[in-house]
């Protein structure tokens, strides 16, 4: 199969999985992609089967979508079929449904192995193989919102010792708000940038600070040579757009977080089920686009994280989203619903697509504003991955 995949299409994918069931035994499978604000499942092609629900299946309320949300096994009553999670590293990319006797007892390994493999050929087209994108949409995005998406890194990365999950909404319309995170020697490198406005010009801002960052990052710079560069940036090629920003590295064998604020909302420390106050509120700097920082590097924060310590990153666009009668979000009830997903037992991808789907039903599927959340967990001797 893998010598296969070389050659094949995006198209070609579905079968080719469907293919190697039926060399195991099983009569067949299907496999279903995550659209991009994580409500429904929907199915990729596969010639040997009708298209009977192109339209998808709901993330909420269905068997499919509980090995989605939980990334465990589900077993239909039947037990002649199962729902296997499709996971990237720690990146939920869909599931994968085997049918047929053995699907959910004698074959069980085999189908997870399967639903693996599927996950990451899925991954190795998606950068080349448009379909892949598409079945993802149900709608055209923006152009500023499709500029901004060619930037972001997955939603969720992590390792043995930490863990970065992220959402963005509205994620077809997305105009000023962008995150980054990535692993390097042993250290993960955290960024939140909310460019002002929310027009091409934005995305092009926030575009262009994600590519400063990367661009210091990898040549050795440190939080403070990303902040100037970013500023001198915004000055010279995008003037008189201006930009908040948080850029943090999280040592994952020691636990210090360093963090620089830029005119953004503070993040939170979660720990123990509850908000340590003020634990990372600290002065913070000017906005990035005035070219200040360019002549005097800002001064880096540090603190000591305990193991199991969560910290929350978010625009104000969350804190400051409104219901119809003018209710603020705000900070309490963004903090509460965090702890309370995970103490549910919930993993931080899952805990914050349920957060960001609530904040869309308070606003009536109508955010006035970018509304971007990141959760980093520093879990150093745990053996859960992204839990």
């Known amino acids: ?82 729902w296997f999670p ?19 007892t004698g074959l069980l390994a085999a189908c997870q192995a399967l639903a693996s493999l599927a996950a990451l050929l899925v991954v190795s087209k998606s950068s080349h193989h448009d379909l892949l994108v598409k079945i993802e949409r149900a709608r055209p995005m923006t152009l500023q919102a499709e500029l901004l998406w060619a930037f972001l890194p997955p939603r969720t990365i992590g390792t043995a010792s930490a863990t970065s999950s992220a959402v963005l909404e509205p994620a077809y319309n997305i105009g000023g708000d962008a995150f980054d995170h990535n692993f390097i020697d042993g250290v993960l490198h955290l960024t939140l940038v909310d460019a002002m406005g929310h027009d091409l010009a934005s995305g092009g801002a926030s575009a262009a600070a994600l590519a400063a960052c990367r661009f210091v990052r990898r040549s050795g710079g440190t939080l403070a040579d990303i902040v100037a560069t970013v500023d001198r ?62 002549s005097k590097p800002p001064v880096q924060e540090h603190v000591r994280l305990q193991p199991g310590d969560r910290v929350l990153v978010y625009s104000d666009g969350v804190t400051e989203a409104r219901s119809p009668d003018g209710d603020l979000f705000g900070e309490r009830r963004l903090a509460d619903a965090v702890i309370r997903s ?46």
Request: charged share 20%; hydrophobic share 40%; net charge negative.
């Open 1 to 82: 199969m893998l010598q296969r995949s070389h050659n094949a299409s995006a198209a070609q994918m579905a079968g080719l999985i469907s293919e190697g069931a039926r060399r195991l035994g099983l009569v067949r499978t299907r496999l279903y992609l995550s659209d991009v604000q994580q409500l429904k499942l929907v199915p990729l092609p596969q010639h040997d089967l009708p298209a009977t629900d192109e339209r998808g299946i709901e993330i909420e309320g269905s068997l499919a979508g509980l090995a989605y949300r939980t990334e465990r096994v589900q077993v239909a009553p039947s037990e002649d079929s199962a």
């Open 342 to 387: 995970i103490a549910s037992g919930e993993s931080a991808p899952e805990a914050l697509r349920r957060l960001v789907q609530s904040l869309l039903s308070r606003q009536q599927h109508r955010l006035r504003d970018d509304a971007t959340i990141m959760l980093t967990e520093w879990h150093p001797s745990s053996d859960r991955g992204a839990r």
């Open 233 to 294: 940036t915004l000055v010279d090629w995008i003037p008189d757009r201006l930009m908040t920003a948080v850029v943090a590295e999280l040592d994952t064998h020691r636990g210090e977080f360093t963090w620089i604020n830029c005119a953004h909302p503070a993040p939170l420390l979660l720990r123990d089920g509850r908000v340590v106050h003020h634990a990372l509120e600290r002065p913070s700097h000017l906005p990035l686009g005035f070219g200040f920082h360019s």
């Open 86 to 104: 499709m996971v990237d590293g720690v990146e939920r990319i869909g599931v994968m449904q085997a049918v047929g006797p053995g699907a959910a």
